[in-house]
């Protein structure tokens, strides 16, 4: 499963490590991408390959791992949409996000193209914000605007 990690604007991001699941956490060192810091990280994939953050841009990136624990490369447009944070499944080819008071979803062809405009999920209420999507991309996990933490299944 993907990692979600909350937003965060005025502080660097730091990863830990650990060897075992019993252990403590290692303080870590910061994430970086090409060299500098990033500060609204939204995702981490499920290998710790690819990393996915809204830049101050408001368009999502993405940067694949080329060094050691937290440590990325060149920086690429993850999705042609803006001012959204989204959540991508776990195989990396759907992203899901709020646009224009409507759920979105859109999927891609390949990791290593940016996501096209989404496609309106019907039924969802308005400002609903996706939190999570499992592994499989059939359930997803959002905050509705009533503050409630809600599922919905593909097919329902």
Request: hydrophobic share 35%.
């Amino acid at each position: 499963d993907l990692h979600s990690f909350p937003t965060r604007r005025s502080s660097d991001l730091e990863p830990g490590t650990r060897a075992l699941t019993g252990q403590v956490f290692d303080v870590g060192g910061l994430i970086t991408v090409q060299g500098g810091t990033i500060d609204n990280l939204v995702q981490i994939s499920a290998d710790g390959q690819t990393i996915y953050w809204r830049h101050t841009d408001n368009h999502l990136r993405s940067a694949h791992r080329n060094g050691g624990y937290g440590q990325f490369g060149t920086a690429m447009a993850a999705s042609v949409a803006t001012g959204m944070i989204g959540r991508v499944s776990g195989d990396e080819m759907s992203l899901y996000y709020m646009s224009g008071g409507t759920m979105r979803r859109s999927t891609r062809t390949s990791t290593t193209t940016p996501f096209p405009l989404g496609q309106v999920i019907a039924g969802f209420p308005a400002a609903s914000d996706p939190l999570f999507v499992t592994s499989d991309d059939c359930i997803l996990y959002y905050l509705a605007a009533d503050g409630s933490l809600r599922t919905a299944r593909r097919g329902d």
